[in-house]
């Protein structure tokens, strides 16, 4: 079993920011790329940023130059550093990992829980 928990969600005011976590654990050999979503009420859940395993990043068009998506392999665990925040960014925010467990030669997309960012006005 493999397992991706998130934290760092909360309430900030616009022009604040804040740092999610995301942490893999359980029976994995490796992990490929990994990801930010967000679903705001009443919307269809987006990419928001991804990073692949050497750490090529890729960003939506409405978060360039105020987000940054890192990850550190050794902790088998992505960030999202979140800058300049807008209240259009609050969604619940998702995070997933294109994980080859252990004992497999394919990859498989986990994801995490989610994990609540309100931005207020």
């Known amino acids: 079993q493999v397992q991706l928990v998130e934290s760092g969600g909360g309430l900030v005011q616009a022009g604040g920011s804040l740092r999610l976590s995301c942490a893999a654990s359980?029976?994995?050999?490796?992990?490929?790329?990994m990801g930010w979503y967000r679903q705001a009420p009443g919307k269809q859940r987006e990419l928001v940023a991804a990073?692949?395993?050497?750490?090529?990043?890729n960003y939506a068009d409405s978060v360039k130059g105020r987000f940054t998506i890192s990850r550190d392999n050794a902790k088998n665990t992505v960030y999202l550093q979140m800058n300049s925040l807008k209240p259009e960014d609050t969604a619940v925010y998702f995070c997933?990992?294109?994980?080859?467990?252990?004992?497999?030669?394919?990859?498989?997309?986990?994801w995490g829980q989610g994990t609540q960012v309100t931005v207020s006005s």
């Open positions: 997933n990992a294109d994980v080859v467990p252990r004992a497999t030669t394919r990859a498989y997309r986990y």
């Open positions: 359980g029976s994995l050999f490796s992990i490929n790329a």
């Open positions: 990073i692949t395993s050497g750490g090529s990043t």
